[in-house]
Each structure stands twice: as structure tokens, then as C-alpha cells.
């Protein structure tokens, strides 16, 4: 940011930007060229803040209402739900939200997946993004063991249980955590109050997020570098901005449709029955979003290797820039790597639904199966295909693709037979 | 590559389809004309005033409901009762207050502002009263079961004879939509158990699905303001919709890229 000669216009703009330059941000985020083939999946970055700030403004106004107590937490969520005015609308809005802010952060590291944005130079965007993804599953635990129903208080045992499957010292972390000898009223009262603090922490790792994104600038699914400002970029303002506001009312339609008409369809249903210490129910399962990593940890027989397995699955991604050894960065150019980009998706998808049922028999078998095929993918897939695989011819800029899949530019269609289609992931 | 990829969806699609065969031995749940389902979906005011009465005529004997008031009866969107008849309601009940000034707790007629009466103190007494089973509270009772009303619903007229090889204690019933099929609720309802008061006939389905309707709505006391708000809502994202794109069309023809 340090490299732009924007000088304010005004006097005291200039003495305020001299001393605090705060204009200079304005207008680099103004400016900033972006570049001009972005498709829509590229829109999730700003749908995902939109869910921070959401999540945020409504839990704070559930943190007036809620009160943190074994004993009364049940009650106060209800207290919301009948009493306080809109109460019902801000609390399904956060809880839904959470959900949708899955549901945007899975389609935006999908995205990264497929364009290779996590290659170099963007290592550390991608790392940040990791630690991110970490913090808001451990704030999304947290949130939901708030309500103290029955799957709050039996996910957090489950959950808090597998820290006693460290050698040694496994049993003392448990304790420390639960702040007892179980989950019971300081487990609830520390979980509130770091269920506050994630956020905030979130929120700073977004601004690193961005400020890493705007030193090379945005990846494109063509995955070449370009030139920047050029004639293949564009300004932030107004451009990316209206088509980023066009891609959240899109997704507000389907986050509205959740909160208004079928609010509870993506929770369980025992957690409105309030916790109680001496019923176990019948199956024990955490929020979707956490579904295929609840699998990878039934899958392994022994509890301590199931904890490393899955601990295992998302520290993998942050080494993902060196495990994938293609020069190349979108799966546009990568024929095989496109193939396999899709059995991960679908043995993600596998899994998350394993994940939902009972660990036995047929369902534990292709948990195995399918767990194996995960680590598979990172672990080998990946690096033999980027020095094996043969890639398509790669363009030198956008906007050589772009003309050539629009309709006035069958004139300068060639021969290489790049067949690029950047309107869809496929 | 493509056929490894088309043999995957192969088996997956066995595998789902096997899942949906697994499910199908739970029955499937009775079904019945609810008026709150859909987009526009309302409660039925008279069935909830009824389903009231069967509450507090039959229910409540075991059941509380813990997070209901009496004010609660003539809030709009609920049973409607107009506020002197829910007055009324709450002053049949007398409940325990106090300490009053001289330290000792006294019992009064029920006002709006006081919650339903718990028939009793305690878990404990609860569950000494009913064979050992504690009759959950009813508050919030729909949305804490699978299959939400239609699974109550169900409930309420599943009770049949046991099948032979099964063996059924003392104070145990068989119903066939209860999980593990044991239950400890007697068989609640019956015809003409109750007389209502507009007349309707009170057939054993139609009680239950008076008491149901009330039961959604003591779940759900807001469903109709978020039936009506989100369907204005979502009009609102449509139309903002469509004229954003109109703008965003207009702003990127700037560019020759299809966007």
C-alpha cells in the first residue's frame, strides 16, 4: 500500500492523510485492479465477511440476553426465542448463519482448491485462511454448547474427551479444560467467553487475509500472473463491488429461506431437550460442518491415532502449497488433476455423510475407504501428478480466453485448442 | 478416468439407496391437514383454543409447561383469547408466592404475568408419580422430536395391542411410533374425552390434532410473524436482486468481458 501516490484533494484531507492515511487505504481498495475475469466463485470472499459481521452483530445482541449458567442457559435461549422482541429472528439468524458461513467458506476453499490459488506467491493467504477455517469450527463448537441442550452437553463431553487421548498428560488437559472432573458450569461459563473472543480474532486474521491477497493481487481462473493495472484488470469499485453485492443477494435469498421458513432443519432435535448428565442420547452428532472430520476420527480403530487422523485432515491443507508440485495453477489446464479434484469433492461428501451415521458396518467400512482415499489424495495424488501429468498449453494473458469463449470473438479462436469455459467450475 | 468416475457414482447410489431401505422400517408417520405448514402457513385459532382446553383438561394432570405464560393465551399469533378471558384462565389456578412480609409463602389466584402451573414440584415427584418416566416438559416438546407435529401426532393415535412375541410390564404400553415402541404414557386420549365448547366433536384424531396445533405453537409462539416477515423479506432480495444486476450490467458493458 505504501507504493501509491494518491494525494487527497482537499487541505485537510491531505493534512488528515499526512498524519494518518487512512484516504490512501480508502483508495487503494478503491482502485485496486482486480482482474477482469473473475467468475462467480470468486464472490465468496466478500459473502464470508458479510457472515463475520453477522455473526457478530447478532451475538452481540444475544450476549445481552443470554446468560451463561447450567442452570439457567436453556431458559434464557427461550427467554430470547418468546420474549425479547425479534428475538426468535436474530437467534435463528445466528444460528443458520453459522451454518451459511460453512457452507461459503467449503465453496471458498473448493474454489482454491480447483484455480491453485494456494501456490505460490499466495502461500501465506492460504495459511491464514487454514488458521481461520480452525478458529471458526472451534467458535462454532463452542457456540453450539451454549444452549446447554443435549447435544451441547454430549458434543462437548465427546468432544472435550478426545484431549484425554494424549499419552500421559491426556487426563490433566481434560480436567484443565472442563475446568472440572466434567463438562458441567465453568466448561459453559470459559466456553462463553472464548465463543466471544474467536471472532475477534477471526476478524483480525481477515484483515492479515486481505492485506497478504492485495500484495500479488487476486489468483484468476485462468491461474496466470498478470499484469497489474492492465487491460485484464479492472477497479475493485464499482466493478468487482456490484457483482460481489449481485452474488450475496443471491446468497441471502437461500440464507432467508433457512431462517424464515425452516429455521431448525439444519440442527438436531435433542438440543431442545435441556442437557441432563444421566441421558445419553441415542446417537451423538456434531453440526454438519463438521461431519467429515467426525467420520475420519470413528474410522480409525485406536482413539489416540483417530484424534491424530483428524487433526491430521486439516493441518495436511496447510502444506498443500508444497504438496502440490504443479507449475501450473488452474485445473482449466490440468487434465487429470480435474479428475481427481472431483473424487476429493465427492469423498469430502462421502464422508460428511458417514459422518452422520452410526459407525458400524457398511458405514464404517467406506469410512475407512474413503478417509484412506483423503490422505491419499494429498499425501500421493498430488505430488506424483505435478511431476508426471501432461497440461494443456497455458495462455499468456485473459484476455486471449476470455475473447475466444465470448460470441464476437470467433475470429481469434485457436488452434491449440485450449477449450476454456470460465463461466463453470467444469 | 471418466469410467472410474461413473462406477463411483455407481456404488454410491446403491450405497444411498440401501440407507433409504435401512430407514423404511421405522413406520411412516401419520399425516394430516396442518395449517402452519408452507410458506403462508397459519395456526388454525379455534383448533389452538381447543387444543388448549385438551391441554389443561388432560395433559396438564402431568405434563408442564415451564416456559409459557398466561399472557402468553391472548398474545397475537397464539390461541387469542381476548385479554379478560385469559385473565380468567389464570385465575382458576392458584399458585405459591411470598415470602410476604411476615416471611411465610402463601398461595393466590394466578395472574397474566405468572408462568403456567407445574402439576409438579419436581423432577423427582414427577417421576415418583409416573412409574419411574419423567412426562417432558411441553413447551418446546415438538421441536425436540424428530418428525416434529406429525411425529406427536402419531404418537397420540399409535397406541395398538403389542405384537406376541413382545412382553410388556406393568404400567408399560406398546405404541408404534415411540422409539424402542415402549412407552409409559397411558393411552391419553379417547373419544368425547373432552366436551368442546364451539361444538366440535371430539373424535380421538381431532383432539389430537387440536392439542398438536397447540403444542407447534407453544414450540414455535412466533411462526406466523416469520411465515409473514420472510416472505416480505424475500420478495424485497428479489426484486433488490434483479435491480442490481440490471446495474451491474449496465456498469460492466463498460468492459468487453460476459460476466
Known amino acids: 500500500m505504501s ?18 492515511p487512512l484516504l490512501t487505504l480508502a483508495n487503494h481498495l478503491t482502485d485496486y485492479p482486480t482482474p477482469k475475469n473473475l467468475n462467480y466463485w470468486w464472490t465468496f470472499g466478500g459473502i464470508l465477511t458479510f457472515c463475520l459481521i453477522t455473526q457478530i452483530v447478532t451475538g ?8 451463561a449458567d447450567t442452570k439457567l442457559a436453556f431458559a434464557s435461549v427461550e427467554h430470547i426465542m418468546r420474549d425479547v422482541n425479534y428475538g426468535w429472528l436474530i437467534r435463528y439468524v445466528h444460528a443458520n448463519g453459522a451454518s451459511m458461513f460453512f457452507l461459503a467458506v467449503y465453496i471458498h476453499i473448493f474454489r482454491s482448491l480447483f484455480y491453485g490459488s494456494y501456490k ?12 481461520i477455517y480452525l478458529l471458526m469450527m472451534a467458535a462454532a463448537f463452542m457456540g453450539y454448547v451454549l444452549p446447554w441442550g443435549q447435544m451441547s452437553y454430549w458434543g462437548a463431553t465427546v468432544i472435550t474427551n478426545l484431549f484425554s487421548a494424549i499419552p500421559f498428560i491426556g487426563e490433566g488437559i481434560t480436567t484443565w479444560l472442563w475446568g472440572g472432573y466434567s463438562v458441567d458450569n465453568p466448561t459453559l461459563t470459559r466456553f462463553y467467553a472464548l465463543h466471544y473472543l474467536i471472532p475477534f480474532l477471526i476478524l483480525g486474521l481477515v484483515v492479515l487475509h486481505i492485506w497478504a491477497l492485495h500484495v500479488p493481487g487476486n ?3 485462468v491461474g496466470i500472473e498478470i499484469k497489474k493495472p492492465s487491460n485484464d484488470t479492472v477497479p475493485f469499485h464499482p466493478y ?17 429461506f433457512f431462517v424464515f421458513y425452516t429455521p431448525n432443519i439444519l440442527g438436531h432435535a435433542d438440543n431442545y431437550i435441556e442437557a441432563n448428565p444421566l441421558v445419553t442420547p441415542a446417537h451423538i452428532v456434531p453440526e454438519w460442518y463438521l461431519l467429515p472430520f467426525y467420520a475420519i476420527l470413528r474410522s480409525v480403530p485406536d482413539k489416540l491415532m483417530g484424534v491424530i487422523a483428524m487433526f491430521s485432515a486439516i493441518l495436511i491443507l496447510a502444506a498443500l502449497p508444497w504438496l ?28 460428511g455423510y458417514v459422518g452422520a451415521m452410526p459407525a458400524e458396518g457398511l458405514y464404517l467400512l467406506v469410512a475407512r475407504v474413503a478417509t484412506a482415499y483423503y490422505f491419499l489424495h494429498f499425501l500421493i495424488v498430488l505430488p506424483v501428478l505435478g511431476w508426471t501429468e501432461k497440461t494443456n498449453p497455458v495462455p499468456l494473458n485473459i484476455t486471449e480466453p476470455v475473447l475466444a469463449g465470448s460470441a464476437l470473438a470467433t475470429r481469434s479462436v485457436r488452434e491449440d485448442k485450449t477449450e476454456i469455459n470460465l463461466k463453470s467450475l467444469g | 478416468m471418466k469410467k472410474f468416475i461413473s462406477t463411483f457414482i455407481i456404488i454410491l447410489t446403491i450405497f444411498f439407496s440401501q440407507n433409504s431401505s435401512i430407514s423404511a422400517e421405522t413406520p411412516k408417520l ?23 382446553q385438551v391441554y389443561t383438561e388432560v395433559c396438564a394432570a402431568c405434563h408442564s409447561m415451564q416456559y409459557l405464560s398466561y399472557r402468553n393465551l391472548s398474545e397475537p399469533g397464539g390461541p387469542e383469547f381476548t385479554e379478560d378471558e385469559a385473565k380468567f384462565i389464570a385465575a382458576s389456578f392458584e399458585i405459591l408466592d411470598g415470602p410476604n412480609s411476615e416471611g411465610e409463602m402463601f398461595t393466590r389466584p394466578a395472574k397474566l404475568s405468572d408462568k403456567f402451573l407445574m402439576p409438579y414440584d419436581n423432577v423427582e415427584a414427577a417421576k415418583a408419580a409416573n412409574g419411574g418416566a419423567y412426562p417432558p416438559d411441553m413447551s418446546v416438546l415438538v421441536k ?3 418428525g416434529g407435529a406429525d411425529y406427536i401426532y402419531s404418537l397420540l393415535l399409535g397406541y395398538e395391542d403389542p405384537p406376541s412375541d413382545i412382553k410388556l410390564d406393568d404400567g408399560v404400553y406398546y405404541n408404534k411410533y415411540m422409539y424402542g415402541n415402549k412407552i409409559k404414557m397411558p393411552v391419553p386420549l379417547s373419544d368425547g374425552l373432552v366436551e368442546y365448547g364451539d361444538g366440535t366433536l371430539a373424535t380421538e384424531e381431532q383432539m389430537a390434532k387440536d392439542i398438536t396445533t397447540f403444542l407447534m405453537w407453544s414450540a414455535e409462539p412466533h411462526l406466523e410473524t416469520r411465515h409473514k416477515t420472510g416472505f416480505r423479506v424475500i420478495i424485497y432480495l428479489i426484486i433488490l436482486s434483479i435491480l442490481v444486476y440490471l446495474t451491474m450490467k449496465k456498469i460492466w458493458s463498460r468492459v468487453e468481458t460476459k460476466i
Not at chain 1, 6 to 16: A, D, E, I, R, V
Open chain 1, 3 to 20: 507504493d501509491s501516490n494518491y494525494t487527497p484533494n482537499s487541505k485537510l484531507g491531505k493534512w488528515f492523510n499526512d498524519r494518518l
Open chain 1, 60 to 67: 452481540l445482541v444475544l450476549a445481552m440476553h443470554y446468560i
Open chain 1, 120 to 131: 505460490s506467491p499466495r502461500e501465506i493467504i492460504w495459511i491464514i485462511g487454514i488458521i
Open chain 1, 219 to 221: 489468483n484468476n481462473p
Open chain 1, 240 to 256: 468487482i463491488v456490484i457483482k460481489d453485492a449481485f452474488a450475496l443477494l443471491l446468497f441471502l435469498i437461500v440464507f432467508a
Open chain 1, 324 to 351: 502440490d508440485t504443479s507449475k501450473v495453477r488452474s485445473a482449466v489446464f490440468r487434465p487429470l488433476y480435474k479428475q481427481f479434484y472431483w473424487i476429493l469433492v465427492i469423498d469430502v461428501l462421502v464422508l
Open chain 2, 30 to 52: 401419520l399425516k394430516t391437514d396442518w395449517t402452519f405448514k408452507g410458506l403462508f402457513g397459519k395456526y388454525d385459532r379455534a383448533s389452538l383454543q381447543r387444543g388448549y
Open chain 2, 144 to 146: 425436540a422430536r424428530k
